[in-house]
């Protein structure tokens, strides 16, 4: 099986003069799910290259044996040094894709044509697609084939906003990532704040926050099994 996963290209938290960029444990977590049940993985990011990283989400108190591992692995950072452009990928050529989260999407990916296109051709496809944490913030703009809201009449999660509230980031984000989900229809849930969450709604999975992505990923992959069998 052929998994995409698609970053954020963006470094820049609002006005506050700080980083942000993808969450580590939000890659490295399905990252090696995926790797070690054997599928091959492909990482995109809209402006190709090093995606920028969220250095928050590399200090001790966020980093777990997943993330260690990644860092320590030279062919998964060689991976992740040359991601390519997402203009130039296409749904024809994976099984599904993958979003991880950070605070980055929200701002890139959440209004990228080729991302909402990417994604619209994933879901007319009839092919998985599964996003954790923030990446559900890029489905903002995303169609079902019907032209409503993807996300309308679904259960779907995504960050809290105390969750948000938590980091001191409410006022900063573009949006709240529930609100929007809300908003546009959805049939919005979660769990306790910093706990795994994840729903599938027929071929739409999503996380609720950083400890959702390994539990993300594993329901992708019991879901692509009943898919392909």
């Given at each position: 099986m052929k998994i995409l996963m698609v970053l954020t290209s963006h470094d820049t938290l609002g006005n506050t003069g700080r980083k942000t960029g993808f969450w580590l444990e939000e890659l490295a977590a399905p990252y090696f799910i995926f790797k070690d049940a054997g599928h091959e993985i492909v990482l995109a990011s809209p402006k190709g290259g090093q995606p920028p990283l969220d250095p928050k989400s590399n200090e001790p108190d966020f980093q777990t044996d997943l993330t260690h591992r990644f860092e320590a692995d030279?062919?998964?950072k060689?991976?992740?040094?040359?991601?390519?452009?997402?203009?130039?990928?296409?749904a024809d050529d994976f099984d599904t894709v993958f979003y991880p989260g950070g605070h980055g999407p929200m701002w890139?990916?959440?209004?990228?044509?080729?991302?909402?296109s990417?994604?619209?051709a994933f879901v007319a496809?009839?092919?998985?697609?599964?996003?954790?944490?923030?990446?559900?913030?890029?489905?903002?703009?995303?169609?079902?084939?019907?032209g409503a809201p993807l996300v309308r009449g679904r259960k779907v999660t995504g960050f809290t906003n105390t969750e948000e509230e938590a980091v001191g980031l409410t006022k900063v984000v573009p949006f709240l990532v529930e609100d929007m989900l809300r908003e546009k229809g959805g049939l919005y849930s979660k769990g306790d704040d910093w706990r795994p969450y994840v729903l599938t709604d027929g071929l739409l999975i999503t996380g609720q926050n950083p400890a959702s992505s390994?539990?993300?990923?594993?329901?992708?992959?019991?879901?692509?099994?009943e898919t392909v069998g």
């Amino acid at each position: 099986m052929k998994i995409l996963m698609v970053l954020t290209s963006h470094d820049t938290l609002g006005n506050t003069g700080r980083k942000t960029g993808f969450w580590l444990e939000e890659l490295a977590a399905p990252y090696f799910i995926f790797k070690d049940a054997g599928h091959e993985i492909v990482l995109a990011s809209p402006k190709g290259g090093q995606p920028p990283l969220d250095p928050k989400s590399n200090e001790p108190d966020f980093q777990t044996d997943l993330t260690h591992r990644f860092e320590a692995d030279e062919d998964a950072k060689a991976q992740l040094a040359s991601t390519v452009r997402l203009d130039s990928v296409s749904a024809d050529d994976f099984d599904t894709v993958f979003y991880p989260g950070g605070h980055g999407p929200m701002w890139d990916l959440s209004e990228d044509r080729n991302s909402v296109s990417l994604i619209e051709a994933f879901v007319a496809a009839e092919k998985p697609v599964a996003f954790v944490c923030h990446a559900p913030g890029v489905l903002r703009d995303v169609k079902a084939p019907d032209g409503a809201p993807l996300v309308r009449g679904r259960k779907v999660t995504g960050f809290t906003n105390t969750e948000e509230e938590a980091v001191g980031l409410t006022k900063v984000v573009p949006f709240l990532v529930e609100d929007m989900l809300r908003e546009k229809g959805g049939l919005y849930s979660k769990g306790d704040d910093w706990r795994p969450y994840v729903l599938t709604d027929g071929l739409l999975i999503t996380g609720q926050n950083p400890a959702s992505s390994g539990p993300g990923a594993k329901a992708l992959l019991e879901l692509m099994a009943e898919t392909v069998g």
